[in-house]
């Protein structure tokens, strides 16, 4: 069953927001229970600040651990400063209303964050892949996850590159898992190519990172964001799979542009969330499919002075 609100038209209020993550937290039994909530980092633009503002409202006493996770991928370890922006509250607010909430990076640099929860197999990978990868996967996670008895994701959904549209599941994997489902996935991604993945929303990529959170075996539940403008246009909850199909329906609405002729160059401007090359290439993926045969993307970065912070 999907919760939820959306439109073409307008942005939701915030007492529709409110509304529906009440709904949906209602379906739960989170009383005396541990709950752990899986974010974004700053690469994703969501009102996670007002998110986490009314968890603590809804189920800060109700729940006996409320707690949150950050979805890195392999994107740079936040400071705490990052960390307190992210969430909109003040180093003295966390010390003090908020002291019982932790929020912790995924430490994906340390090979001691992660547990095994299976392995896909070679003769399945090849079968989700469509023949274009045949090799066992192992599904390592952030062993974190078993600590909590109640998994909440929390973040937008768009056109993706890799996978046809973010969040959903993505937020386990690549989100909190290990590298080897990241270099999985993201190989298929690249067999496929950007052009034809982008903004479709069943892919072989997607299916496999389905099949691989099928592996997890707590309680899993979703909030989907439609962003738009600033504001959400739209918010769905349900199970990861059946909130991200919601949001990624609006999304396909809202989200893609179709122009009656490609184009011969295009000057692509990069946010400045993205602050390398590596994350930069967003500037080109996004653009790609409007770009005529031996066409020309300029990405305009003046911020930009490292290729990876990540990977030197």
Known sequence: MTIGKGYQDRNLSEHEIRDVMEEGLETLDIEGEKVLIIIPDLTRTAPIPLFFRIFYELIGEE???LDYLVALGTHPIMSEKALNRRVGITAE????KYAGVRIFNHRWDLPDTF???????????EELSEGRLSLDVPVRLNRLILDYDQLIIVGPVFPHEVVGFSGGNKYFLPGICGQEVIDATHWLGALMTSMAIIGTKDTPVRRMIDRAASFIDQPKACFSMVVEDEGLAGLYFGSPEE???????LSSELHIRYLDHPVEKVLSVLPEMYDDMWTGGKGMYKVEPVVADGGEVIIYAPHVTEVSYTWG
């Not at 547990?115 to 990978?125: C, D, Q, R, Y």
């Not at 909130?243 to 990624?248: I, L, N, R, T």
């Open 63 to 65: 729940a006996e651990v």
């Open 93 to 96: 607010e966390r010390r003090g």
């Open 115 to 125: 547990v095994t929860l299976g392995t896909i197999p070679a003769a399945e990978v």
């Open 243 to 249: 909130a991200w199909s919601a949001a990624a329906d």
